[in-house]
């Protein structure tokens, strides 16, 4: 077989108070996949969850409950086990209040990652356990904590990535979860707009772990124009280059694209949120990738609450499909 369908979705932002409500949103989606698989051939091979799990990552509390409620079932409706489940971290799953109880240590941090070089030197003594850098991601800890409990076949690279292969249709297919949130403040008014940072140093390593894998995708929260303008331009050039698709979320709204630069290309899929509020875009979408001709072929779903059901987001695209070809596709024959 030389097609690979993936499931994207994100931003839950579960939590006990909205139980309710997310629960009737979940499960339009649940129902909405076993759907799609039977009268629209769409069977996930595996599921990308980018982000914003939780409403908070405070405590492991609510991180644990989005597991048991949302990505347990999801992955038992879509009919793929556990190992070809990958999530990556959002603003909403980090403590707030860890990021809050070290204010000097953030603030010290958006003057001193100004360039390249700094962030790379940063996440380096992080990564071999520096103990004021361990105490700058350490507002990931429940997150990760959860995550690892629930998804102990992924690599536990530190705070900065999680990478996975899997053997698809006889295909190597490589996964890197890199972490967009650990410079996240979560606070008001998109204050950390071009604050954030991935670093080269982080996909660097997470390219290493994927070592050669046929394909590769790459998952992030934050859409890479939330980075520091250092850290754009970097991380930009090694996931277009390295990666033949980028899945990311935030931005609660579905907008598949392509990608083309003198670095390389890639397609990115942004996908809506899971659940913004009844009232607003929820979604999510499969992509399909036909390995031999480089096309993506994105089916966007979106709910809607008046019967309480999903259906094709007219929206998004004309019919809710639309097929991105990639011009200058890695070697996927």
């Known amino acids: 077989m030389t097609k690979i369908t993936v499931l994207h979705a994100s931003d839950l932002h579960w939590s006990e108070s909205n139980s309710r409500d997310l629960s009737i949103v979940t499960n339009a989606m649940l129902a909405d996949i076993e759907y799609m698989g039977k009268e629209h051939s769409l069977r996930p091979d595996l599921i990308i969850f980018s982000g914003d799990l939780a409403q908070s990552g405070d405590s492991e509390d609510g991180l644990m409950q989005a597991f048991e409620h949302f990505l347990v079932p999801l992955a038992k409706a879509a009919g793929v086990g556990t190992e070809r489940l990958f999530v990556a971290p959002g603003n909403h799953d980090m403590s707030r209040d860890n990021v809050r109880s070290l204010p000097t240590i953030n603030d010290a941090l958006y003057g001193r990652l100004k360039d390249t070089d700094a962030i790379n030197a940063f996440v380096r003594s992080a990564m071999r356990g520096a103990k004021e850098e361990v105490l700058a991601v350490d507002r990931m800890n429940n997150f990760y904590s959860v995550h690892d409990a629930y998804l102990g076949s992924i690599s536990q690279t530190g705070p900065f990535f999680r990478t996975a292969k899997v053997d698809i249709h006889g295909r190597s297919v490589g996964v890197a979860c890199l972490n967009s949130a650990w410079r996240a403040t979560g606070e008001a008014d998109d204050v950390d707009y071009q604050r954030l940072v991935i670093s080269e140093l982080a996909i660097d390593s997470a390219l290493e772990e994927l070592e050669g894998c046929e394909v590769k995708i790459a998952v ?10 250092a850290d754009k331009e970097t991380s930009d050039a090694r996931i ?31 996908t809506g949120s899971v659940f913004a509020g009844r009232k607003w875009f929820n979604g999510y979408q499969f992509i399909e ?28 695209c004309p019919g809710g499909v639309v097929t991105l070809a990639d011009v200058l596709p890695k070697d996927l024959t």
């Open 220 to 229: 992030h929260h934050h859409p890479l124009d939330w980075l520091t303008i």
């Open 240 to 270: 277009r280059s390295a990666f033949n698709l980028a899945c990311s979320g935030h931005m609660h709204a579905a907008r598949p694209s392509f990608t083309l630069d003198a670095t390389g290309s890639c397609v990115v899929s942004q």
């Open 289 to 316: 990738i036909d390995l031999p001709s480089g096309c993506y072929t994105f089916t966007v779903r979106e709910y809607h609450d008046h019967d309480r059901r999903f259906d094709f987001a007219t929206t998004v």
